[in-house]
């Protein structure tokens, strides 16, 4: 997994801040990745304003819907 984030983005501490968020995610959830593929992450600016919880509800079932994660039963 990458996360690619550009100056754009905001300030070094915001781009970094963000890049911890999505490490923190791809390693909650590394176990039940599917094995084979690559993907990049390109996280928007909103994603420093909502919750860890909701960011990571999000984040399961955007790697579920996609097929690159298999959670079982409970998906949240």
């Given amino acids: 997994m990458g996360i690619v984030i550009g100056r754009r983005f905001g300030t070094a501490?915001?781009?970094?801040?963000?890049?911890?968020?999505?490490r923190e995610l791809g390693r909650a959830v590394r176990p039940t990745l599917v094995s084979g593929h690559a993907f990049l992450v390109f996280p928007k600016r909103?994603?420093?304003?909502?919750?860890?919880?909701?960011?990571?509800?999000?984040?399961?079932s955007t790697l579920q819907r996609q097929r690159l994660a298999r959670f079982g039963d409970s998906s949240s």
């Fill in 46 to 60: 909103d994603c420093l304003n909502v919750p860890f919880v909701e960011l990571q509800s999000v984040w399961r």
């Fill in 13 to 22: 501490v915001r781009r970094n801040r963000a890049k911890r968020l999505f």
